[in-house]
């Protein structure tokens, strides 16, 4: 094995291969994180044939805890999509209150959709709903953009079983109920107080000659009439919440295993009930002629996830094995238990999340990098700084951003000024939220 120095620099220089391979020839990610890990592993003297064999037990082991799961997420959330049960939930949070709450309805809509798709199906899936809403408001155009923006991407960053936070527990090895409820009590908080300091500042900066387009969707969008009512659409994201949240507090209150609650509380079981109950409630509105067609939506996006995820854990399992991550926090004079090493996780998925555009592999990224670094910061701490810094900064190199910027018919400026700006506030408040954890934990 090599030296200290040489095992630091080994993880900037596979970084910046990834990077590059990334930005200047395009290619896949899951790929670069492969090709990054080889160079880790043979140029820190792991050798050939155990390099090799490190990179496939660290994809195997993540895709073992989060595999099932995350498909099964991912199906729960196309069922919802297609029968209108996304659609119902906002409508119905947004109904209730009055306009000037309308915001916070949006966000917590978008937050509740996007628990169990990815970000740009929740956004694609509710802003018909969003302008038709604005048309009959005097909220601002942006407003109610950003707000959208800020609840999806809470969730999808925050909260399992959405991929990053699905394999936060095992890349930073703690329990996914300990992941669950700092996802849910930073996560909201943060939603709730990033909207309210975005809706503060983007009117001052927005411009609609400038930053406007056209707005799509001009028309209200009638789609579905035949809607499931808010508690069915509900009832299959709540459920594996539930589940996961009932296993983990028992076990914390009666200080003993329940192998019933256990057993219901795991990934799999969870996810599979809350897909039981979509399949009902999907059957239920439209029928189940094209269920087939419903469940092959969702695997295909499934599949490149679940290899860039996977990936990510190969990356992060070599460093592990080389040793290089306590290698780099002990160039760097970091202790590994203070509050510096959660604001280091940040500026990595920060500087990952710049440098390249996708949100999970950045945050994939730092938590495969912080992983490797003895700590005894709670891992929630630093899966929730990792993820912040993954979300940070989300620009013209991200594909999250041509969704929101065509979608909702602006320029890019106007791009930067929605999906840019509100993920750089809410990211702070993720932020602050890792080092309070770090702080009580």
Not at 55 to 64: A, H, K, V, W
Not at 324 to 338: E, K, R
Not at 414 to 429: D, N, P, R
Request: with cysteine; charged share 10%.
């Amino acid at each position: 094995m090599v030296g200290a120095t040489v095992l630091a620099a080994n993880i900037g220089i596979a970084v910046g291969i990834v990077l590059l391979l990334i930005i200047a020839l395009d290619i896949n990610p899951a790929v670069s994180l492969i090709v990054g890990a080889l160079y880790m592993g043979i140029g820190s003297g792991l050798g050939l044939n155990e390099t090799v064999a490190s990179i496939g037990e660290g994809f195997g082991d993540l895709m073992q805890g989060i595999g099932i799961p995350i498909i099964f997420g991912i199906m729960i959330g196309m069922l919802l999509a297609r029968c209108g049960g996304a659609t119902q939930i906002a409508t119905t949070l947004t109904d209730a209150v009055p306009v000037r709450y309308v915001p916070y309805a949006l966000g917590l809509a978008g937050a509740i959709v996007a628990v169990p798709v990815f970000f740009d199906v929740a956004f694609l899936v509710l802003i018909p709903m969003v302008i038709a809403l604005w048309q009959e408001t005097d909220l601002s155009y942006p407003v109610v953009i950003g707000s959208l923006v800020i609840g999806a991407a809470g969730a999808h960053t925050f909260v399992p079983p959405t991929p990053n936070p699905l394999a936060a527990p095992e890349l930073l090895e703690f329990g996914l109920g300990e992941m669950m409820v700092a996802g849910l009590l930073v996560g909201f908080p943060a939603v709730t107080l990033s909207i309210a300091i975005y809706i503060r500042i983007v009117d001052r900066l927005w411009d609609s000659a400038d930053d406007l387009a056209e707005i799509p969707f001009e028309e209200a969008d009638e789609e579905r009439t035949d809607r499931p009512s808010f508690a069915a659409s509900l009832l299959p994201i709540a459920t594996p919440i539930f589940l996961i949240l009932l296993q983990t507090t028992t076990e914390a209150v009666t200080g003993e295993p329940n192998v019933y609650l256990d057993f219901l509380g795991s990934r799999i079981i969870a996810l599979l009930a809350g897909l039981v109950i979509a399949i009902g409630v999907y059957a239920r509105t439209v029928g189940r002629d094209d269920l087939s067609d419903a469940f092959s939506d969702a695997t295909r996006p499934a599949g490149l996830v679940l290899t860039i995820t996977g990936a990510g854990g190969a990356f992060g399992y070599v460093i592990q094995e080389t040793e290089a991550a306590d290698a780099l926090v002990d160039l760097i004079g970091v202790s590994g238990d203070g509050v510096v090493i959660v604001l280091l996780a940040f500026v990595i998925g920060l500087i990952m999340r710049v440098s390249q555009g996708s949100g999970t592999v950045a945050g994939i990224t730092a938590m495969t990098i912080m992983g490797g670094v003895e700590t005894t910061v709670a891992g929630s701490a630093i899966a929730m700084a990792s993820l912040s810094g993954g979300m940070s900064i989300g620009h013209i190199n991200d594909s999250g951003f041509w969704v929101v910027t065509e979608l909702s018919g602006l320029e890019v400026t106007g791009g930067l000024k929605t999906y840019t700006l509100s993920e750089a506030i809410l990211s702070v408040f993720g932020l602050v939220g890792a080092i309070g954890i770090a702080i009580i934990m």
